[in-house]
């Protein structure tokens, strides 16, 4: 069978694989890791951060179950609820985000489909109730 009959191929291996989310996530903690809102919700090394979110994209866009492996499901809310999300903090999130996909060296469809689930998963780890500010936009 020739091999375009058959198999689907996933965003991971469209874009790349590891490289592309090893770049993207790198890329994101460069600027997480000089943010005044952002920085302060880490630990001094950032390293395991990036490992986690890097593992996390590599499996949820079909590469290897890696982060499943080692850390169980996903679960992203349960993991994020000791710390207040709120806008600030998902604009903030989405600033980093933005130019590391941007950055990206990927087709114009792969982009929109990383940052639009992207995009969702931050407004959908928001835990704060709005703030007088949000309320009046």
């Not at 996530?25 to 997480?32: H, L, P, T």
């Amino acid at each position: 069978m020739p091999p375009s009959l058959g198999r689907v191929t996933s965003l991971y291996d469209e874009v790349g694989g590891e490289p592309v989310f090893r770049q993207l996530v790198a890329d994101f903690y460069a600027g997480v890791a000089h943010d005044p809102v952002l920085r302060p919700l880490y630990p001094d090394d950032l390293g395991p951060a990036e490992e986690r979110l890097r593992m996390f994209l590599v499996q949820y866009w079909g590469g290897p179950t890696t982060y499943s492996e080692q850390r169980g499901h996903p679960r992203l809310r349960m993991r994020h609820v000791s710390w207040l999300i709120g806008e600030r903090e998902r604009e903030a999130w989405l600033s980093h985000m933005l130019p590391a996909v941007a950055r990206l060296d990927i087709s114009d469809q792969a982009r929109a489909a990383i940052w639009d689930h992207l995009e969702r998963a931050a407004h959908s780890l928001m835990n704060a109730p709005p703030t007088d500010d949000s309320l009046l936009r």
